[in-house]
């Protein structure tokens, strides 16, 4: 069975542009989270989506978004993009909304200049 | 509110010394507790998970960790180091209703295993 795909796994981006993140779940999973890290915040989650609807929101500012589609796939969006929204972009998967069947993908990689 | 302490953002041991990496949580409710294990340029790699059964939890590549409630502990350990350990460690708590994915991350532990 294939993992948690993130797509694309690099980007760089400059100030004031917006970037869409792609995270294909595991096949069956309908739960996707999703997390930034950084070397001064550590991991924080962003939030969660459990059959197209959102679930549960962290503390971050509403230019950070995100959806989930039918089949289960979810993109995150930021806009206005600022210098401290560089950071590695995780998103894990589970069957339902449960943490301890959850499986994390490789991360997107963002870089903005 | 549910937080993780790591206590020491870099443990240094020689090969085939004893891990112990130390978690602290605290919790208003029964947690759900996980170690992670995080590779250079990788994701988040499951080493085991405490979900309310035996307070002794093994996991993969010769990592265990006891949950201790008294204590508010979850701390890893493994018996001996391995060059191939090196790597950073994420202590985590979850709510153990279950029914979220949410997980509240500690900081980090680095892990360096010396020859």
């Known amino acids: 069975k294939a993992g948690v795909t993130q797509t694309p796994r690099y980007l760089i981006k400059t100030r004031g542009q917006q970037v869409t993140l792609s995270c294909s779940p595991i096949?069956?999973?309908?739960?996707v989270s999703w997390y930034q890290q950084t070397p001064g915040q550590g991991l924080q989650f962003l939030f969660e989506?459990?059959?197209?609807?959102?679930?549960n929101k962290g503390n971050f500012p509403g230019r950070f978004s995100g959806r989930q589609f039918s089949n289960s796939r979810s993109e995150m969006n930021v806009s206005t993009l600022e210098l401290g929204d560089s950071a590695l972009y995780l998103c894990?998967?589970?069957?339902?909304?449960?943490?301890?069947?959850?499986?994390f993908g490789p991360g997107t990689r963002l870089t903005v200049l | 509110a549910q937080s993780v302490t790591q206590l020491g953002s870099h443990v240094s041991v020689s090969e085939g010394a004893l891990v112990l990496l130390r978690c602290n949580y605290s919790?208003?409710?029964?947690?759900?507790l996980f170690w992670y294990v995080q590779y250079p340029n990788q994701g988040l790699q499951l080493l085991l998970k405490?979900?309310?059964?035996?307070?002794l939890v093994k996991g993969i590549n010769g990592f265990e960790a006891e949950f201790k409630k008294s204590e508010t502990s979850f701390h890893l350990t493994k018996p001996s180091a391995h060059m191939s350990d090196a790597a950073e460690y994420f202590c985590?708590?979850?709510?153990?209703?279950?029914?979220?994915?949410?997980?509240?991350f500690g900081q980090g532990t680095t892990l360096q295993v010396k020859p």
């Open positions: 894990a998967s589970s069957f339902e909304q449960r943490a301890d069947t959850q499986y």
């Open positions: 096949s069956g999973h309908r739960s």
């Open positions: 989506y459990f059959s197209e609807t959102q679930r």
């Open positions: 919790s208003s409710v029964p947690p759900y």
């Open positions: 405490y979900t309310s059964a035996a307070t």
């Open positions: 985590a708590v979850t709510h153990g209703s279950g029914n979220t994915g949410k997980l509240i």
